[in-house]
Antibody, heavy 123, light 107 residues
């Protein structure tokens, strides 16, 4: 069974840092791009970042560019989101998700998703 | 950035009803659209990719259509388990963007 399990969320002060982890299992990790998507309480979905299957290419939303960094470690099948200079508007549940297919020519849509980890930025 | 304008933002419907949700892209995106279902407290679930490709295990009462700028998710014969929020997403180019969501509520 394909599974993604996020961890690392919590309460952090504005300006602080946090690193989220997403442990993957049940599939060949190195074959799939992975992404982070967030959802502020009671709001819609906002794409945050994506890392290619080999890890050599990353993409970011403008709202996090320069503050967040996505990475992956094939030794433990984990994708990370390093979040620096956190702001109140970064408060959200952060989901990691796997690209639905390994083929680079098909679209960047995602399945499955993890259960999410909540990040609260507040003093 | 490509804006995805989803409508309606909410709809009240009864079991057995047909529901149509639309998404309009701010520029032509061919068929690079996906639809997700999200239930309260749960992660989104991919229903449809490439505008009209039903994912494995998704009931056939769900269907997607459209290309260019206008896309539709249709649920025929709404079932109790379909009451949820639905999101569209464009995969044409980065940054990836989602529609604002449509909450399907019980009438």
């Amino acid at each position: 069974e394909v599974q993604l399990l996020e961890s690392g969320g919590g309460l952090v002060q504005p300006g602080g840092s946090l690193r989220l982890s997403c442990a993957a299992s049940g599939f060949t990790f190195g074959n799939y791009a992975l992404t982070w998507v967030r959802q502020a309480p009671g709001k819609g979905l906002e794409w945050v970042a994506l890392i290619s299957s080999a890890g050599g290419t990353t993409y970011y939303a403008d709202s996090v560019k320069g503050r967040f960094a996505i990475s992956r470690d094939t030794s433990d099948n984990t994708v990370y989101l390093q979040m620096n200079s956190l702001r109140a508007e970064d408060t959200a549940t952060y989901y990691c998700a796997r690209r639905a297919t390994p083929t680079a020519t098909t679209g960047n849509w995602f399945d499955p998703w993890g259960q999410g980890t909540l990040v609260i930025v507040s003093s | 950035d490509i804006q995805m304008t989803q409508s309606p933002s909410s709809v009240s419907a009864s079991v057995g009803d047909r529901v149509a949700i639309t998404c309009r892209a701010s520029q032509a995106i061919s068929t690079w659209v996906a639809w997700y279902q999200q239930k309260p407290g749960k992660a989104p679930k991919l229903l449809i990719s490439a505008a009209s490709t039903l994912q494995s295990g998704v009931p056939s009462r769900f269907s997607g259509s459209g290309s260019g700028t206008d896309f539709t998710l249709t649920i025929t014969s709404l079932q109790p388990e379909d009451f949820a929020t639905y999101f569209c997403q464009q995969a044409y180019k980065f940054p990836l963007t989602f529609g604002g969501g449509t909450k399907v509520e019980i009438k």
